[in-house]
């Protein structure tokens, strides 16, 4: 059985980093093939890929955001870490991890989410 | 990047109507088209990958098409627990995954 958790403050002050985890079970990023990608989505609005790690430890991240964000991994841990430096109010939002996999690059298992708020 | 576009962004439905979802991709994504389905306050449920494979456990009365830069989900007969957001996402551009803006079911 497939499940993902995201853990992670719930509020954060404008211009801080904010550092969110990934803890999963029922597969292994070192397993070839496997991914986990970070997508958020703000109140009310649509969904948006930040970032994904793979299990040769290739990441890749949002075009738009990427001189913000670190993705990075723990195998022996079952975890994804992602870090976002600088965060603005327009980042309050609900932050999800999920499964992907290079076979076509979709989301099959997602985590509950966890919303951040950005707010002095 | 890849833009994604919707249509409706919103629709009314009655159970057991028929309802049809059109994405758009700005540029040709082959068949790198996936769908989801989310339900307020809960993450998405894949639906639809690669444009047309019903994900596992997905009931067979939603169904996928399309290839290149438009592409729809059907739902042939609205159940009451159908009525959420629909999101559309290529996975073509790898890196640079995009969701399409969603499109909101609810009842007639």
């Known amino acids: 059985q497939v499940t993902l958790r995201e853990s992670g403050p719930a509020l954060v002050k404008p211009t801080q980093t904010l550092t969110l985890t990934c803890t999963f079970s029922g597969f292994s990023l070192s397993t070839s093939g496997m991914c986990v990608s970070w997508v958020r989505q703000p109140p009310g609005k649509a969904l948006e890929w930040l970032a994904i790690i793979d299990w040769d430890d290739d990441k890749y991240y949002s075009t738009s955001l990427k001189t913000r964000l670190t993705i990075s991994k723990d195998t022996s841990k079952n975890q994804v870490v992602l870090t976002m430096t600088n965060m603005d109010p327009v980042d309050t939002a609900t932050y999800y991890c999920?499964?992907?996999?290079?076979?076509?690059?979709?989301?099959?298992?997602w985590g509950q989410g966890t919303l951040v708020t950005v707010s002095s | 990047d890849i833009q994604m576009t919707q249509s409706p962004s919103s629709l009314s439905a009655s159970v057991g109507d028929r309802v049809t979802i059109t994405c758009r991709a700005s540029q040709s994504i082959s068949s790198y088209l996936n769908w989801y389905q989310q339900k307020p306050g809960k993450a998405p449920n894949l639906l639809i990958y690669a444009a047309s494979s019903l994900q596992s456990g997905v009931p067979s009365r939603f169904s996928g098409s399309g290839s290149g830069t438009d592409f729809t989900l059907t739902i042939s007969s609205l159940q009451p627990e159908d009525f959420a957001t629909y999101y559309c996402q290529q996975s073509y551009s790898t890196p640079g995954f995009t969701f399409g803006p969603g499109t909101k079911v609810d009842i007639k």
């Open positions: 999920a499964r992907t996999e290079v076979t076509n690059y979709y989301f099959d298992y």
